[in-house]
């Protein structure tokens, strides 16, 4: 089992930049992909971003790509996703999910993710 808890959402003007934090239980988290969607208002949850479980493999949706990062500390449990030049497009509820990654390629699908956080909003002002 792995809990995963998001922090760091809130409002920003366009422009500006946000760090989200997703902390995770477990001792064999390392052993995890993970991956960030979002989904706003009326709209099918998206893919955002995802690192693989070794944090070698990143991969990012191609309205984010250049503007945010995603990294883990495995060390922390912790996956980070910078996010700078933010839109008011990219205003959402933002998750984090985790799926065990050990030997398997890293999935932009959220179906392929069993485990989920609560979300965290992200607003972003014009």
């Known amino acids: 089992q792995v809990q995963l808890v998001e922090s760091g959402g809130g409002l920003v003007q366009a422009g500006g930049s946000l760090r989200l934090s997703c902390a995770a239980n477990g001792r064999t988290f390392s052993r995890y992909a993970v991956g960030w969607f979002r989904q706003a208002p009326g709209k099918e949850r998206e893919f955002v971003a995802a690192?693989?479980?070794?944090?070698?493999?990143?991969y990012y949706a191609d309205s984010v790509k250049g503007r945010f990062t995603i990294s883990r500390d495995n060390a922390k449990n912790t996956v980070f996703l910078q996010m700078n030049s933010l839109k008011p497009e990219d205003t959402a509820v933002y998750y984090c999910?985790?799926?065990?990654?050990?030997?398997?390629?890293?999935?932009?699908?959220?179906?392929?993710?069993?485990?989920w956080g609560q979300g965290t909003q992200v607003t972003v002002s014009s």
């Open positions: 690192i693989s479980w070794s944090g070698e493999s990143t």
């Open positions: 999910a985790a799926t065990y990654g050990l030997g398997r390629p890293t999935s932009r699908r959220p179906d392929e993710y069993g485990y």
